[in-house]
């Protein structure tokens, strides 16, 4: 194998030979460089291979051949290895992508960024502590060239920023290091470690000196104002180079060198670690340049890694694959976003909109965002599973809610950034230039991410068990993506009925729960995508989309142990999210939802751990013996549960979310997604039936959370004028009843809430399909513009009409089998009061259902609407599918309710309704619902054959026959009987429901906001201020680690 | 002022940090375990008469590796921030002549300098000094010219190209090291030779006058990429 | 104890030599109280056995670094005209 | 002696310190830079120093023989000679940035370059 200390001088040897090529075709040149980047990473490479397939022993290098410490020595090791390897191949792709610069700038440029790679390279081999000074100033002299590749006022400053704060850091370095050398009598770092040299006080002083020089090198919150200029003054090549290179670097030596300090010093990395990633990710929220927000970025996650460093004893041998996990994912994402910044050379993250020009350069951020921001199935989310797992194992609470606390702020800045992106107005933005360069590299991030994400799974406890089938087949939709929007529909239909037959038969007769929720999830996906043929075009980017947030509910059901479940549920996040920023102006709901989404999982995942903490198994049956904090874990992951039921206080997302998604979008977010909400929660009921906090019962508080959800969400739904939104609002009703259900932990309320799910699969599928076909036709959501479509669009009448009526519980169909069941449920469980406001909420619902069927069906007829024409059939056949099943549910629910109630017997024994074929017996009365089924339907056809006797000499009156009193209605919506129909009711309730939880959370944004732009007030651009605050950082973690002056 | 303050206060905690490790200095009276090494073996290992060079160039040679390096990049950087215009050059800048004596006295001092410069780094190994005294010696001789002759400017190709080849040879004497004695930098390419003679100490007299030459190369090209200064417009 | 006296008196020096660095307005004085500080740290080392290192500071601290320095100031004053 | 080369090299190290965070002007800031740069260097022979002994070049036949006893500490000068011509790299760097900066915006006040904040 090729000797490593061959970098040096394949580095070296090409830096002085590219001397000689001054005048020299640059060509020819910056090839030179290049290769010998590529020779470096192949030594590189061949030491990692060795180190991992032939369990190679870690080889020293004796410079001048003698024996350490007496001379240098350099130390090619497995991790050496790796690091070494990122940082060459960083080199290359950096000067691939930077080609230009190095072309523009020749040998001279080249030369100094040969000399900032072996720099590195060499801080990393190095066993020397003196060595390591002299390497980390070549590298920092380096750097401080690169920053003025582009040379104009800001990269100037910025470089001179950069060069005072280094040469400071420095000063304190070489201090450090010398009196190491005097207190301990060597520089070899081996010989320090081995031989215990740095026990006296003094040296503590002196290893104090150079651990914070080493941490300050990483530009930790708050004494980085000087690496955030250079992040934004410099070329985005620089920003993937510094953020990618020199901080992977400097974390490995700082790793290297922990071993001789004193083991408080883990703390003291770890507690640098956190403020600086909390830090650093609040003052991003602000941030509207990209490249500085990246900078922020950076930092924050530099600062990840320092927690994970700082706890490298706690976590063991899983460190490594913690470490790794997060730094890859910085690496690649951070250097392919900063590419990316590189090639759409836009500041301002709201332009970033330019993106929507290349779709294909929108995907690939999206898989960098996702990538740093943790999710599945990147090396990210593997890591930061089981660092939460581990940590909680440890019972280290505070750092858990440190570090979630942390992500989600990464997470607002980083996705409003992907928002401005994918949905931002672009028209006026020039089109970026792609010369094959700046591609290729950002190609490369990308393939590698999805490699390793491939690879990492595999080294974690319970990997292997993930599906990882559904992705491929995601993978494969994505490759075809340019096809016609019909072939990949019917693709996608016949691949999800296959699955349905392979996976819901299995369910049937051994878990009936299961059964339900996959059938709501298959088949509602089916029925749902039948609507997707009306498209044309290829509709990009949808079918990705759906498929991950089907895969994700599919893969809930079929998971079967807490982190099969987690890695469903972010799954379904990404794709819900992305489906619902498709609607035109969903831009600000998408993200509101992908907020509660994530702040919602980081609960669930704080829950998870806390449950998973001291146990081997991940199975969910640990939820169950998950004491003493058993309550504040369901708690916890309720919450989780709740973001997603919209329970009032987080459903604020809920109805832009829905309302202003696509028309088929709108069913499989609101009739579907919402259940995985219901899901997790029967999961968690079972599993911690009992949950106290103090002398709270928990499930009795989420029982009056049901409530007010179901009594707000009805009443909002009966003042909107958007026919989406009313439709969206009273979901928030219906996952009222379904939470207010569930919390009554008796048998009857689960039966209720079971058939008020299934319900609302049904009418709410059912009601938005109808509403999301008319309003294709129309062009309006605004229910007062509609009006006496009932004659124009019979079939859509009839779907509403069925729809309303299983929504408002009127017999004969399904609806009033949750009501009567629910009416059963209050009295047994005795909840009066919650009964009579969750009848009141009933009433209301009337209201919203008959303004929905009459101002949309109902009244005249608006002129522009004199030609309109049925819905489309793609609406109407998935239609009159679920009117079919909704019939039949309602003559036969005994088929569905009985195996439920034989299953709930096994947790609630009490008060099980007692079925004689559909005769149901609970010990208040009885139900027959094929009986009420059959009067109702005798008395209709009755009354109605009544109604065409009498009405057949009845005249027609024209659709203008009427005379306005001399009086011109001011506004033309005015004269429609449904616009605003309850202004009354709003005067005189509506202060009930004015969103002052809109407000509080707006407040609470708005504090975070406010606190960010104060904070970043320290930045204030003057590099003196900035290398003061490097000196009072030191000063200040001097005093607090020394317990004072002296 | 409020400011000042701060900043008084910070540098008043850190002398209280640099005070600590005062008190905790007690002098030597003794070499430590690796400088009494040097001491005991630097002579019959290296063959060098003096120590000081014989870390330098051999036991630590990487660390000088590193030094020339950083000397190289930022010699480098100086060159394309700082760079000429090609045209620019004509321009007629605001000059202030030197004295008569001054450029005299730059003719015949620059020529000793630059012997002297040569001497202090082939004697590296015998007496103090060495390649970056001698190469500094030499650009101050370059320095202290083109201060007295302000239109001239010196050929950067030569420096470039005497730059490149000293650094390179510095490279493959380290190969060297490798191939044919105990690791990369190993002085004992070439014999030992007879203690305290110029050619002795292996390839340190060698190394040293590379070391001098690129030295000198690369401060001289600071010296006139410094010099030759435009504003580019 | 003369040596020691010396070196007393080339530690004050030097110190004396940085406040005018420092302190003083006109910047060719400070940058020539600068090349004092290094000079009289290079006796200093000569003082305390370190002849290499007098000798690199004396060249390059004290010699180049000013010369470096003056040219700076000296294009700075040009730019003025 | 060497406590005196140490106290020196401290206060050094502070006044320099002190200029380079209290100066407007960048040049001063260098300077202060500068002279910090060089109250290392005094420090770190000043810990090479041992009392009474010789510079280690070994150029009369007496220091062959029991040299342990009669050198100081080369391994610091050695040190110093490195870190001394890592000085002049950087110093030489900043000096450039100056004169860049001063070609920018006319001044060398470092108030004025407050482009990138926040």
Redesign the interface.
């Given at each position: 194998m090729v000797n490593p200390i061959h970098i040096v001088s394949i580095s070296l040897g090409v830096a002085f030979f590219l001397g000689f090529l001054r005048k020299a075709n640059h060509n020819l040149t910056s090839t030179i460089m290049l290769l010998a980047f590529a020779a470096n990473a192949f030594i590189s490479a061949q030491w990692l291979w060795a180190f991992i397939y032939s369990n190679t022993e870690p080889f020293y290098i004796f410079t001048a051949g003698f024996r350490p410490p007496y001379s240098i020595s350099l130390l090619m090791g497995r991790n050496e290895a790796i690091f070494t390897f990122l940082i060459n191949i960083a080199g290359l792709l950096s000067g691939i992508f930077m080609l230009k610069t190095y072309l523009r700038h020749g040998v001279y440029a080249m030369m100094a960024f040969l000399g900032l790679i072996l720099g590195l390279n060499i801080i990393i081999l190095t066993r020397d502590l003196f060595n390591f000074f002299v390497f980390m100033e070549v590298s920092s002299i380096a750097t401080a060239g690169m920053i003025i590749l582009i040379k104009n006022v800001k990269s100037v400053s910025a470089g001179f920023k950069y060069i005072v704060a280094s040469s400071l850091i420095s000063i304190l370095l070489l201090l450090g290091i010398v009196f190491i050398y005097y207190f301990g009598g060597s520089l070899n770092i081996d010989d320090m470690i081995t031989n215990h040299l740095l026990v006296s006080k003094g040296a503590e002083v002196a290893v104090f000196l150079v651990l914070m020089s080493i941490l300050l090198e990483l530009k930790p919150f708050p004494a980085n104002g000087w690496a955030l200029d250079v992040y934004e003054g410099s070329l985005p090549g620089i920003g993937a180079l510094l953020s990618a290179t020199s901080a992977t670097a400097v974390y490995f030596v700082l790793n290297k060198l922990l071993a001789f300090a004193n083991p408080y010093w883990y703390n003291v990395v770890a507690v640098v670690g956190m403020i600086s990633f909390i830090g650093s990710n609040l003052l991003g929220i602000k941030q509207k340049n990209a490249q500085r927000l990246l900078g922020y970025s950076s930092v924050g996650q530099i600062g990840l890694l320092l927690v994970i460093l700082g706890f490298s004893n706690t976590l063991g041998e899983k460190f490594e694959y913690i470490a790794f996990g997060v730094l890859i994912s910085h690496y690649l994402a951070k250097s392919g976003l900063f590419w990316l910044a590189g090639i759409v050379k836009q500041d301002n993250i709201k332009n970033w909109a330019a993106l929507q020009k290349k779709p294909i350069f929108l995907f690939f951020m999206g898989v960098f965002l996702f990538t740093l921001a943790g999710f599945p199935p990147f090396p990210s989310f593997f890591a930061k599973w089981q660092l939460i797992m581990e940590l909680s194992t440890a019972g280290m609470y505070a750092w858990v809610i440190g570090i979630l606390f942390g992500s989600f702020l990464e997470a607002v800045y980083l996705f409003r950034w992907f928002g401005y992106a994918m949905k931002g107005e672009h028209n006026d933005l020039p089109m970026f230039e792609l010369p094959w360069h700046k591609i290729l590299p950002v190609v490369i991030g990308v393939l590698s991410v999805f490699g390793i994400s491939y690879i990492s799974k595999d080294w974690l406890p319970g990997g292997t068990s993930l599906n990882f089938i559904p992705l491929y087949f995601i993978a494969f939709m994505y490759l075809i993506d340019f096809a016609p929007a019909k072939v990949k529909n019917t693709i996608v239909i016949l691949v999800i009925t296959y699955y349905s037959w392979l996976v819901i038969p299995n369910y049937y007769n051994t878990d009936i729960i299961r059964l339900i929720f996959s059938s709501i999830f298959l088949i509602g996906a089916i029925l749902t995508l039948i609507p997707g043929y009306l498209k044309k075009g290829s509709r990009k980017g949808f079918y990705p989309a759906a498929l991950l947030m089907f895969s994700g509910l599919i893969g809930l059901v079929e998971s079967t142990n807490i982190y099969q479940f987690f890695f469903s549920w972010e799954l379904m996040t990404i794709g819900s999210y992305l489906l619902i920023i498709r609607g035109k102006y969903s831009m600000p709901h998408a993200f509101k939802y992908l907020l509660f989404s994530v702040g919602g999982a980081y609960f669930m995942l704080m829950g998870f751990g806390m449950a998973h903490a001291g146990q081997a198994s991940l199975s969910f049956d640990i939820l169950r013996t998950g004491v003493p904090y058993s309550s504040i874990i369901f708690l916890l992951i309720a919450i989780g549960f709740m973001t997603k039921l919209a329970s009032l206080g987080f459903h604020i997302w809920l109805p832009g979310a829905y309302g202003e998604s696509e028309a088929d979008v709108a069913p499989m977010v609101s009739s579907i997604l919402i259940n995985a909400g219901v899901f997790g929660f029967i999961i968690l009921m079972t599993h911690i039936p009992d949950a106290n906090i103090g002398y709270f019962n928990i499930p009795y508080m989420l029982g009056w959370i049901g409530v007010i959800s179901a009594l707000v969400g009805n009443i909002m739904a009966s003042l909107q004028e958007d026919a989406r939104k009313l439709v969206a609002y009273s979901s928030i009703g219906v996952m009222g009843y379904v939470l207010f259900g569930m919390a009554m932990m008796s048998h009857l309320g689960w039966l209720t809430a079971i058939t008020y799910t299934i319900n609302h699969f049904l009418f709410k599928g059912l009601l938005f399909l109808a509403i999301g076909g008319v309003i294709l036709r129309t062009k309006t959501f605004n229910m007062y513009e509609m009006g006496g479509l009932i004659k124009k669009m019979p079939w859509s009448f009839i779907a509403v009409l069925i729809g309303i009526i299983t929504l408002a519980g009127i017999p004969p169909l399904s609806g009033y089998a949750g009501k009567w069941l629910f009416y059963n449920a209050i009295v047994l469980k005795g909840w009066y009061i919650q009964g009579a406001f969750i009848m009141f909420a009933g009433i209301i619902a009337f209201l919203y259902c008959f303004r929905l069927i009459y101002a949309i069906f109902l009244g005249q007829l608006k002129d522009e609407h004199r030609n309109i024409k049925e819905a489309s059939v793609w609406f109407i056949i998935p239609q009159y599918i679920i009117i079919i099943t909704i019939m039949l549910f309602s003559a036969f629910p005994q088929y569905v309710l009985n195996p439920i109630g034989n299953w709930l017997s096994q947790y609630f024994p009490n008060n099980a309704l007692v079925w004689n074929g559909s005769l149901a017996t609970s010990s208040l009365g009885y139900w027959n619902a094929f009986n009420i089924m059959m009067i109702v339907m005798g008395m209709f056809v009755v009354l109605l054959l009544f109604l065409l006797l009498v009405n057949r000499g009845s005249k027609k009156v024209g659709q203008f026959d009427i005379v306005y009193a001399a009086e011109r209605p001011e506004r033309p919506e005015t004269t429609h009987m449904a616009y605003n129909l309850y202004a009354h009711y709003n005067k005189a309730i509506g202060f009930l429901i004015t969103p002052w939880i809109t407000k509080s959370w707006d407040n609470i944004s708005e504090w975070v906001n406010t606190i960010a732009n104060h904070t970043r007030k320290i930045y204030n651009g003057n590099g003196q201020a900035y290398a003061l605050h490097i000196l009072i950082y030191i000063v200040i973690a001097y005093l607090i680690i020394n317990g004072g002056l002296f | 002022m409020y400011k000042k303050l701060l900043v008084f206060a910070t540098i008043f905690i850190l002398a209280g940090i640099f005070l600590k490790l005062y008190q905790n200095f007690d002098g030597s009276k003794t070499l430590n375990k690796t400088a009494s090494y040097y001491a005991k073996n630097g002579a019959s290992e290296v063959g060098s008469t003096n120590i000081v060079t014989a870390i330098v160039v051999t036991y630590r040679g990487f660390d000088t590796l590193g030094e020339v390096t950083i000397l190289f990049v930022a010699a480098a950087i100086i060159g394309f921030f700082l760079k000429t215009n090609a045209k620019g050059t004509n321009r007629i800048r605001n000059l202030r002549f030197s004295s008569e004596i001054m450029i005299t006295a730059s003719k015949i001092l620059m020529p000793i300098m630059f012997l002297i410069g040569a001497y202090v780094f082939v004697n590296g190994h015998l007496s103090p000094g060495g390649g970056f005294q001698g190469g500094a010696i030499i650009a101050s001789g370059v320095a202290f010219f083109l201060l007295a002759n302000p239109t001239l400017s010196v050929n950067h190709k030569v420096l470039s190209v005497l730059e490149s080849t000293s650094g390179l040879i510095f490279v493959l004497l380290g190969i060297a090291g490798l191939i044919y004695g105990g690791g990369f930098l190993d002085n004992r390419v070439l014999p030992l030779g007879k203690f305290g003679t110029l050619f002795s100490a292996g390839i340190i007299p060698l190394v040293y006058s590379f070391i001098g030459l690129k030295v000198g190369a690369e401060l001289s090209n600071i010296i006139s990429s410094l010099q030759q200064i435009q504003k580019e417009e | 104890m003369i040596?020691?006296l010396l070196?007393?008196l080339?530690?004050i020096s030097?110190?004396v030599f940085?406040?005018v660095?420092?302190y003083t307005k006109k910047?060719i004085f400070?940058?020539l109280a600068?090349g004092g500080?290094?000079l009289f740290?290079s006796i200093?080392?000569l003082?305390?056995?370190?002849?290499?290192?007098?000798?690199?500071?004396a060249?390059?601290?004290s010699?180049?670094?000013t010369?470096?320095?003056?040219?700076?100031?000296n294009?700075?004053k040009?730019?003025d005209? | 002696m060497e406590y005196i080369g140490l106290i020196t090299g401290f206060i050094l190290v502070i006044l320099g310190i002190w200029g380079f965070l209290t100066q407007k002007n960048i040049l001063k800031m260098i300077i202060g830079f500068t002279i910090s740069d060089t109250g290392i260097n005094v420090i770190i022979v000043s810990i090479s120093y041992l009392k009474n002994r010789t510079a280690p070049i070994l150029n009369r036949p007496d220091l062959l023989t029991d040299t342990v006893n009669k050198i100081t500490d080369p391994v610091p000068q050695a040190l110093v000679l490195t870190a001394i011509v890592i000085g002049v790299g950087v110093t030489a760097l900043m000096l450039s940035y100056a004169l860049r900066l001063y070609q920018e915006k006319n001044t060398l006040d470092i108030n004025n370059f407050k482009d990138l904040k926040w």
């Amino acid at each position: 194998m090729v000797n490593p200390i061959h970098i040096v001088s394949i580095s070296l040897g090409v830096a002085f030979f590219l001397g000689f090529l001054r005048k020299a075709n640059h060509n020819l040149t910056s090839t030179i460089m290049l290769l010998a980047f590529a020779a470096n990473a192949f030594i590189s490479a061949q030491w990692l291979w060795a180190f991992i397939y032939s369990n190679t022993e870690p080889f020293y290098i004796f410079t001048a051949g003698f024996r350490p410490p007496y001379s240098i020595s350099l130390l090619m090791g497995r991790n050496e290895a790796i690091f070494t390897f990122l940082i060459n191949i960083a080199g290359l792709l950096s000067g691939i992508f930077m080609l230009k610069t190095y072309l523009r700038h020749g040998v001279y440029a080249m030369m100094a960024f040969l000399g900032l790679i072996l720099g590195l390279n060499i801080i990393i081999l190095t066993r020397d502590l003196f060595n390591f000074f002299v390497f980390m100033e070549v590298s920092s002299i380096a750097t401080a060239g690169m920053i003025i590749l582009i040379k104009n006022v800001k990269s100037v400053s910025a470089g001179f920023k950069y060069i005072v704060a280094s040469s400071l850091i420095s000063i304190l370095l070489l201090l450090g290091i010398v009196f190491i050398y005097y207190f301990g009598g060597s520089l070899n770092i081996d010989d320090m470690i081995t031989n215990h040299l740095l026990v006296s006080k003094g040296a503590e002083v002196a290893v104090f000196l150079v651990l914070m020089s080493i941490l300050l090198e990483l530009k930790p919150f708050p004494a980085n104002g000087w690496a955030l200029d250079v992040y934004e003054g410099s070329l985005p090549g620089i920003g993937a180079l510094l953020s990618a290179t020199s901080a992977t670097a400097v974390y490995f030596v700082l790793n290297k060198l922990l071993a001789f300090a004193n083991p408080y010093w883990y703390n003291v990395v770890a507690v640098v670690g956190m403020i600086s990633f909390i830090g650093s990710n609040l003052l991003g929220i602000k941030q509207k340049n990209a490249q500085r927000l990246l900078g922020y970025s950076s930092v924050g996650q530099i600062g990840l890694l320092l927690v994970i460093l700082g706890f490298s004893n706690t976590l063991g041998e899983k460190f490594e694959y913690i470490a790794f996990g997060v730094l890859i994912s910085h690496y690649l994402a951070k250097s392919g976003l900063f590419w990316l910044a590189g090639i759409v050379k836009q500041d301002n993250i709201k332009n970033w909109a330019a993106l929507q020009k290349k779709p294909i350069f929108l995907f690939f951020m999206g898989v960098f965002l996702f990538t740093l921001a943790g999710f599945p199935p990147f090396p990210s989310f593997f890591a930061k599973w089981q660092l939460i797992m581990e940590l909680s194992t440890a019972g280290m609470y505070a750092w858990v809610i440190g570090i979630l606390f942390g992500s989600f702020l990464e997470a607002v800045y980083l996705f409003r950034w992907f928002g401005y992106a994918m949905k931002g107005e672009h028209n006026d933005l020039p089109m970026f230039e792609l010369p094959w360069h700046k591609i290729l590299p950002v190609v490369i991030g990308v393939l590698s991410v999805f490699g390793i994400s491939y690879i990492s799974k595999d080294w974690l406890p319970g990997g292997t068990s993930l599906n990882f089938i559904p992705l491929y087949f995601i993978a494969f939709m994505y490759l075809i993506d340019f096809a016609p929007a019909k072939v990949k529909n019917t693709i996608v239909i016949l691949v999800i009925t296959y699955y349905s037959w392979l996976v819901i038969p299995n369910y049937y007769n051994t878990d009936i729960i299961r059964l339900i929720f996959s059938s709501i999830f298959l088949i509602g996906a089916i029925l749902t995508l039948i609507p997707g043929y009306l498209k044309k075009g290829s509709r990009k980017g949808f079918y990705p989309a759906a498929l991950l947030m089907f895969s994700g509910l599919i893969g809930l059901v079929e998971s079967t142990n807490i982190y099969q479940f987690f890695f469903s549920w972010e799954l379904m996040t990404i794709g819900s999210y992305l489906l619902i920023i498709r609607g035109k102006y969903s831009m600000p709901h998408a993200f509101k939802y992908l907020l509660f989404s994530v702040g919602g999982a980081y609960f669930m995942l704080m829950g998870f751990g806390m449950a998973h903490a001291g146990q081997a198994s991940l199975s969910f049956d640990i939820l169950r013996t998950g004491v003493p904090y058993s309550s504040i874990i369901f708690l916890l992951i309720a919450i989780g549960f709740m973001t997603k039921l919209a329970s009032l206080g987080f459903h604020i997302w809920l109805p832009g979310a829905y309302g202003e998604s696509e028309a088929d979008v709108a069913p499989m977010v609101s009739s579907i997604l919402i259940n995985a909400g219901v899901f997790g929660f029967i999961i968690l009921m079972t599993h911690i039936p009992d949950a106290n906090i103090g002398y709270f019962n928990i499930p009795y508080m989420l029982g009056w959370i049901g409530v007010i959800s179901a009594l707000v969400g009805n009443i909002m739904a009966s003042l909107q004028e958007d026919a989406r939104k009313l439709v969206a609002y009273s979901s928030i009703g219906v996952m009222g009843y379904v939470l207010f259900g569930m919390a009554m932990m008796s048998h009857l309320g689960w039966l209720t809430a079971i058939t008020y799910t299934i319900n609302h699969f049904l009418f709410k599928g059912l009601l938005f399909l109808a509403i999301g076909g008319v309003i294709l036709r129309t062009k309006t959501f605004n229910m007062y513009e509609m009006g006496g479509l009932i004659k124009k669009m019979p079939w859509s009448f009839i779907a509403v009409l069925i729809g309303i009526i299983t929504l408002a519980g009127i017999p004969p169909l399904s609806g009033y089998a949750g009501k009567w069941l629910f009416y059963n449920a209050i009295v047994l469980k005795g909840w009066y009061i919650q009964g009579a406001f969750i009848m009141f909420a009933g009433i209301i619902a009337f209201l919203y259902c008959f303004r929905l069927i009459y101002a949309i069906f109902l009244g005249q007829l608006k002129d522009e609407h004199r030609n309109i024409k049925e819905a489309s059939v793609w609406f109407i056949i998935p239609q009159y599918i679920i009117i079919i099943t909704i019939m039949l549910f309602s003559a036969f629910p005994q088929y569905v309710l009985n195996p439920i109630g034989n299953w709930l017997s096994q947790y609630f024994p009490n008060n099980a309704l007692v079925w004689n074929g559909s005769l149901a017996t609970s010990s208040l009365g009885y139900w027959n619902a094929f009986n009420i089924m059959m009067i109702v339907m005798g008395m209709f056809v009755v009354l109605l054959l009544f109604l065409l006797l009498v009405n057949r000499g009845s005249k027609k009156v024209g659709q203008f026959d009427i005379v306005y009193a001399a009086e011109r209605p001011e506004r033309p919506e005015t004269t429609h009987m449904a616009y605003n129909l309850y202004a009354h009711y709003n005067k005189a309730i509506g202060f009930l429901i004015t969103p002052w939880i809109t407000k509080s959370w707006d407040n609470i944004s708005e504090w975070v906001n406010t606190i960010a732009n104060h904070t970043r007030k320290i930045y204030n651009g003057n590099g003196q201020a900035y290398a003061l605050h490097i000196l009072i950082y030191i000063v200040i973690a001097y005093l607090i680690i020394n317990g004072g002056l002296f | 002022m409020y400011k000042k303050l701060l900043v008084f206060a910070t540098i008043f905690i850190l002398a209280g940090i640099f005070l600590k490790l005062y008190q905790n200095f007690d002098g030597s009276k003794t070499l430590n375990k690796t400088a009494s090494y040097y001491a005991k073996n630097g002579a019959s290992e290296v063959g060098s008469t003096n120590i000081v060079t014989a870390i330098v160039v051999t036991y630590r040679g990487f660390d000088t590796l590193g030094e020339v390096t950083i000397l190289f990049v930022a010699a480098a950087i100086i060159g394309f921030f700082l760079k000429t215009n090609a045209k620019g050059t004509n321009r007629i800048r605001n000059l202030r002549f030197s004295s008569e004596i001054m450029i005299t006295a730059s003719k015949i001092l620059m020529p000793i300098m630059f012997l002297i410069g040569a001497y202090v780094f082939v004697n590296g190994h015998l007496s103090p000094g060495g390649g970056f005294q001698g190469g500094a010696i030499i650009a101050s001789g370059v320095a202290f010219f083109l201060l007295a002759n302000p239109t001239l400017s010196v050929n950067h190709k030569v420096l470039s190209v005497l730059e490149s080849t000293s650094g390179l040879i510095f490279v493959l004497l380290g190969i060297a090291g490798l191939i044919y004695g105990g690791g990369f930098l190993d002085n004992r390419v070439l014999p030992l030779g007879k203690f305290g003679t110029l050619f002795s100490a292996g390839i340190i007299p060698l190394v040293y006058s590379f070391i001098g030459l690129k030295v000198g190369a690369e401060l001289s090209n600071i010296i006139s990429s410094l010099q030759q200064i435009q504003k580019e417009e | 104890m003369i040596f020691n006296l010396l070196a007393i008196l080339l530690g004050i020096s030097t110190i004396v030599f940085a406040l005018v660095a420092i302190y003083t307005k006109k910047l060719i004085f400070a940058i020539l109280a600068t090349g004092g500080v290094s000079l009289f740290a290079s006796i200093l080392y000569l003082l305390m056995a370190a002849p290499d290192v007098a000798l690199t500071e004396a060249a390059i601290g004290s010699g180049l670094t000013t010369l470096i320095f003056l040219f700076i100031l000296n294009k700075i004053k040009e730019e003025d005209v | 002696m060497e406590y005196i080369g140490l106290i020196t090299g401290f206060i050094l190290v502070i006044l320099g310190i002190w200029g380079f965070l209290t100066q407007k002007n960048i040049l001063k800031m260098i300077i202060g830079f500068t002279i910090s740069d060089t109250g290392i260097n005094v420090i770190i022979v000043s810990i090479s120093y041992l009392k009474n002994r010789t510079a280690p070049i070994l150029n009369r036949p007496d220091l062959l023989t029991d040299t342990v006893n009669k050198i100081t500490d080369p391994v610091p000068q050695a040190l110093v000679l490195t870190a001394i011509v890592i000085g002049v790299g950087v110093t030489a760097l900043m000096l450039s940035y100056a004169l860049r900066l001063y070609q920018e915006k006319n001044t060398l006040d470092i108030n004025n370059f407050k482009d990138l904040k926040w």
